[in-house]
């Protein structure tokens, strides 16, 4: 990806430690090192990572408790229709959704966490189109899917390739 966006890498060193502490679970690796090597920042004008540190929306650990505070617990009340049903928000020690990016169009990408090791979670999508109970589900790591949606053409509904042919990242400060 870093070719394909005419990027250097950064070589950023990030504490996963405290964030993987409070989660009480490692991250996937291929995530990691893709926000160490472009920081934060969008991929082609639509979709971004959350990292560690990042302003506003964009923090893993502050979005991941933005959404434990918003979204009701399984079996409380409003929890069956929550927009993101049938899935919980993950909690330490049960499977749910930890956010790893979003888009600019309202799309919103979690990892559906469980007792598989990290790199073995699939990617869960919505979009603000998207009724309750309504998500795509991609059965690969974080990187394969935002090469494939910035570079495969046949990528379907959240493929960029077609509108963006030369992809490119623009990091934030």
Known sequence: MLTATGRQDQRLTLPWGPVESALRTS??????????AFGYGTFSGAYYLTSIGAEE???????????????????????????????????????GLIPWGGGEAGD????????????SWPTLVRN??????????FDMPVSEFMGRALL??????????EAVPTPFFTPED
């Open 57 to 95: 929306s964009g923090d893993i650990l502050s979005d991941w408790q933005v959404y434990l505070r918003s979204v009701p617990e399984p079996g409380s009340e409003g929890a069956d229709t929550s927009q993101y049903a049938p899935y919980p928000i993950y909690r330490p020690g049960r499977e």
């Open 128 to 137: 603000s189109d998207f009724g309750p109970g309504e998500w795509s589900r």
């Open 152 to 161: 495969d053409p046949d990528f379907g509904f959240f493929g960029l390739a």
């Open 108 to 119: 919103e990408m979690f990892w559906l966490a469980d007792s598989n090791p990290p790199h």
């Open 27 to 36: 991250l996937p690796e291929d995530y990691k090192r893709m926000c160490e």
